[in-house]
């Protein structure tokens, strides 16, 4: 057998170090040990390669928009003054509602909370807007911004507002102290359309 050695790592040949061709070992370092430590060599930074590959996904994930607001469930109510416990948020994004919803798209005056939810549960995403009695007229962007959406999209005025902006969904709620159209489009495109309705029981047919 030769003095020294030929590899195969990953499909790569390793050649003997330079300027060891046909000479024996003892007088230069050209066996199957410093053949291994280059291939080890080799395998080590593909090693880390991989392992940057596989690591890179998980670093470029966001959280989805909004924070969540613990669910208050999905009991109706016969009007907006029935009783019932108090939302969560302001604005609300889930809890006691009426059975009809507002219509979709752009509204000068505020709402009732007990209607909006109800649009909440139906997939829909509200942008609220700060108002000041009297209600100003929205702002231009919001106009065209709900244009785009012809349905499951709302922009109301709401009086009790802390902030200049809120967005609800259905458990969801952000808040903005000035119009971001980006913002305001991903947290659409993340909640709009979504259904909340609780799951219908199967209740068994009665036996004749």
Same mark, same amino acid.
């Not at 969560?88 to 809890?95: E, F, I, L």
């Not at 244009?147 to 969904?169: D, G, H, K, N, W």
């Not at 495109?189 to 609780?198: K, Q, S």
């Given at each position: ?13 390793? &050649? ?17 040990? &410093? ?164 799951? &219908? ?8």
């Amino acid at each position: 057998m030769t003095a020294w050695h030929r590899f195969r790592i990953s499909g790569t040949l390793l &050649k003997p170090p330079r300027g060891c061709q046909g000479a024996p070992c003892l007088t230069c370092d050209c066996g199957a040990s &410093k053949m291994a430590r280059m291939a080890r060599g080799r395998t080590g930074w593909a090693s880390v390669v991989v392992l940057a590959i596989a690591v890179a996904p998980v670093a470029a994930e966001e959280h989805p928009p909004g924070r969540e607001v613990p669910s208050q469930g999905n009991v109706h109510l016969q009007s907006p003054g029935s009783p019932h416990p108090p939302y969560h948020s302001v604005p609300p994004t889930s809890g006691p509602h009426v059975p009809w919803l507002a219509p979709w798209g752009m509204h000068r005056i505020p709402i009732p909370w007990e209607i909006q939810v109800h649009n909440l549960e139906d997939g829909g995403v509200i942008i609220h807007y700060r108002c000041d009695r009297p209600c100003p007229e929205p702002p231009e962007a919001l106009a065209r911004l709900v244009t785009e959406y012809p349905t499951q999209v709302i922009v109301a005025p709401e009086p009790r507002l802390s902030t200049a902006f809120a967005l609800t969904a259905w458990g969801r709620l952000a808040v903005f102290d000035a119009l971001d159209e980006e913002q305001f489009r991903r947290f659409i495109d993340a909640y709009r359309g979504l259904d909340h309705h609780p799951p &219908k029981s199967s209740t068994p047919s009665a036996q004749p």
